[in-house]
């Protein structure tokens, strides 16, 4: 069977998202899904009460375009199966602008997250 290009992109990203969501050790994990073109600068967690909370600063490096994106928390249980996670959430970011966000889990059973960071495809 031939594979187009657009065939092959498809079954790519189902595989690695698939990977991305069979539950990983790993601690605090980004996956990004496109193009990376808006960072992940920093993120941190930390407990409010017995809810875990986290803080993320995204940026767009690049000092003319303006970029749109979506990303989602998944939350984490103790075993790293993902329990809950939060909507997509769209915004834009214009060159060289940072935007902070701050999510917490609605779970108290929550240990760890993974934000995950969809780009549109230009």
Same mark, same amino acid.
Not at 40 to 52: A, D, N, P
């Given at each position: 069977?031939?594979? %187009?290009?657009? %065939?092959?992109?498809?079954? /790519?990203?189902? @595989?690695?998202?698939?990977?991305?969501?069979? +539950?990983? /050790?790993?601690?605090?994990?980004?996956?990004?899904? +496109?193009?990376?073109?808006? *960072?992940? !600068?920093?993120? !941190? @967690?930390?407990?409010?009460? !017995?809810?875990? !909370? *986290?803080?993320?600063?995204?940026?767009?490096?690049?000092?003319?375009? *303006?970029?749109?994106?979506? =990303?989602?928390?998944?939350?984490?249980?103790?075993?790293?199966?993902? *329990?809950?996670?939060? &909507?997509?959430? &769209?915004? %834009?970011?214009?060159?060289?602008?940072?935007?902070?966000?701050? $999510?917490?889990?609605?779970? &108290?059973?929550?240990?760890? =997250?993974?934000?995950?960071?969809? %780009?549109? $495809?230009?």
């Amino acid at each position: 069977m031939l594979l %187009t290009k657009n %065939t092959f992109l498809s079954l /790519a990203l189902g @595989s690695l998202l698939l990977l991305g969501l069979g +539950g990983c /050790a790993t601690k605090n994990q980004e996956h990004f899904i +496109g193009k990376e073109r808006v *960072v992940l !600068k920093e993120h !941190k @967690s930390f407990q409010e009460g !017995k809810f875990l !909370k *986290v803080a993320a600063t995204f940026e767009n490096e690049d000092d003319t375009k *303006v970029e749109g994106m979506v =990303y989602q928390i998944e939350w984490l249980d103790g075993r790293g199966i993902v *329990v809950d996670q939060t &909507p997509w959430t &769209p915004f %834009t970011i214009i060159g060289r602008q940072q935007i902070h966000v701050v $999510n917490m889990a609605s779970r &108290p059973d929550v240990t760890d =997250y993974r934000i995950v960071i969809s %780009t549109p $495809n230009k």
